[in-house]
C-alpha cells in the first residue's frame, strides 16, 4: 500500500516562509512526476509546482519567483519552499505523486491527505 504523509503546513504572516514535505512510503518501482496542488475555500484545486524524475520544473505564475521546489530520491520526498508568502496562497497544499507499481509499467496517481497553509495579512 502507498502512501503519502505531508508535514510542514501553518500560521504565518504576509511575508513569512514555509516549507512542506512528503515523503511516500510502501512498496513500488519508482516515482515519475512530483508536485504540489492547492485548494482554495470555493475554488477548484490548481497546480501549484511539479518536478519531474529528472528535475525539471515547472510553476503556477502566481507563484513564480516565490516557491522552490525539489526532491530527494533516495528519500523519495518532495519538498516545497514557499516565501513571501501572501493571504491568497491560503489553501490546503496536496501532495501528488505518479507512482510505477512493482511489476510496472503503469504509473498511478496518489495524494496526500493535504496540510493546511493559512497567511494572515
Known amino acids: 500500500q502507498v502512501q503519502l504523509v505531508e508535514s510542514g503546513g501553518g500560521l504565518v504572516q504576509a511575508g513569512g516562509s514555509l516549507r512542506l514535505s512528503c515523503a511516500a512510503s510502501?512498496?513500488?518501482?519508482?516515482?515519475?512526476?512530483m508536485g504540489w496542488y492547492r485548494e482554495a475555500p470555493g475554488k477548484q484545486r490548481e497546480l501549484v509546482s511539479i518536478i519531474t524524475s529528472g528535475g525539471t520544473t515547472n510553476f503556477a505564475d502566481s507563484v513564480k519567483g516565490r516557491f522552490t521546489i525539489s526532491r530527494d530520491n533516495a528519500k523519495n520526498t518532495v519538498y516545497l519552499q514557499m516565501n513571501s508568502l501572501k493571504p491568497e496562497d491560503t489553501a490546503v497544499y496536496y501532495c501528488?505523486?505518479?507512482?510505477?507499481?512493482?511489476?510496472?509499467?503503469?504509473?498511478?496517481?496518489?495524494w496526500g491527505q493535504g496540510t493546511q497553509v493559512t497567511v494572515s495579512s
Open positions: 501528488y505523486c505518479e507512482i510505477i507499481k512493482l511489476g510496472g509499467p503503469y504509473q498511478y496517481a496518489y
Open positions: 510502501g512498496r513500488f518501482a519508482s516515482i515519475n512526476n
